[in-house]
T-cell receptor, first 118, second 114 residues
Framework: AQTVTQSQPEMSVQEAETVTLSCTYD???????LFWYKQPPSRQMILVIR??????QNATENRFSVNFQKAAKSFSLKISDSQLGDAAMYFC???????????????FGQGTTLQVKP | ETGVTQSPTHLIKTRGQQVTLRCSSQ?????VSWYQQALGQGPQFIFQ???????GRGNFPPRFSGLQFPNYSSELNVNALELDDSALYLC?????????????FGAGSRLTVL
């Protein structure tokens, strides 16, 4: 069974600085997808960034980028130029590409609460 | 795009009762999945419906059941509520068949069981 681990329950960053959130996962599959979701106090999960395992190039979305290390099964999120609105709980998630029954099945980590200090 | 909406936003039930939570998926999405998120934890996959049939289930007992309707709405039903069922329940939808399809989540229904 696949697992996702986020070892940092809480992180804090100064506004305009850079922060990196860690995520490791365990799987025996070679084809899968990885995601970072943000959950603000409004509770709605918002997609931050996604990575296809078959792509070696790290995904980037504006101020958000990932460091995807497939051999090490590591998928960290870097937030540059942190803003007050980035404060939220961040979840790393894994999805198998193997079966259609996995389409809606994400395996989440425990989450990292990010505090942004003005 | 209309997004994913869930109702009710909050509700309180007592142990042993039954509850129905509702979700309206994004138009065109043929797959809906439900998650249970305990306080301070990551969401746990309950099950997935594709074209009105369950086709994937997590480690949840049969008293958790669901329905998906042709009009992009769906329900999560929980029978014989237990105290541990207190959680945020999230609905998410996507279109199956497009590769790295992304789940769109609703804001959830907060269930408290007393």
């Amino acid at each position: 069974a696949q697992t996702v681990t986020q070892s940092q329950p809480e992180m804090s960053v100064q506004e305009a600085e850079t922060v990196t959130l860690s995520c490791t996962y365990d799987t025996s599959e070679s084809d899968y997808y990885l995601f970072w979701y943000k959950q603000p106090p409004s509770r709605q999960m918002i997609l931050v960034i996604r990575q296809e395992a078959y792509k070696q190039q790290n995904a980037t979305e504006n101020r958000f980028s990932v460091n995807f290390q497939k051999a090490a099964k590591s998928f960290s999120l870097k937030i540059s130029d942190s803003q007050l609105g980035d404060a939220a709980m961040y979840f790393c998630a894994y999805r198998s590409a193997r079966w259609s029954s996995n389409t809606g099945k994400l395996i989440f980590g425990q989450g990292t609460t990010l505090q942004v200090k003005p | 795009e209309t997004g994913v909406t869930q109702s009710p936003t909050h509700l309180i039930k007592t142990r042993g009762q039954q509850v129905t939570l509702r979700c309206s998926s994004q138009s065109g999405h043929n797959t809906v999945s439900w998650y249970q998120q305990a306080l301070g934890q990551g969401p746990q996959f309950i099950f997935q419906y594709y074209r009105e049939e369950e086709n994937g289930r997590g480690n949840f007992p049969p008293r958790f059941s669901g329905l998906q309707f042709p009009n992009y709405s769906s329900e999560l039903n929980v029978n014989a509520l237990e105290l541990d069922d207190s959680a945020l329940y999230l609905c998410a939808s996507t279109y199956q068949g497009s590769g790295a399809n992304v789940l769109t989540f609703g804001a959830g229904s907060r269930l408290t069981v007393l």
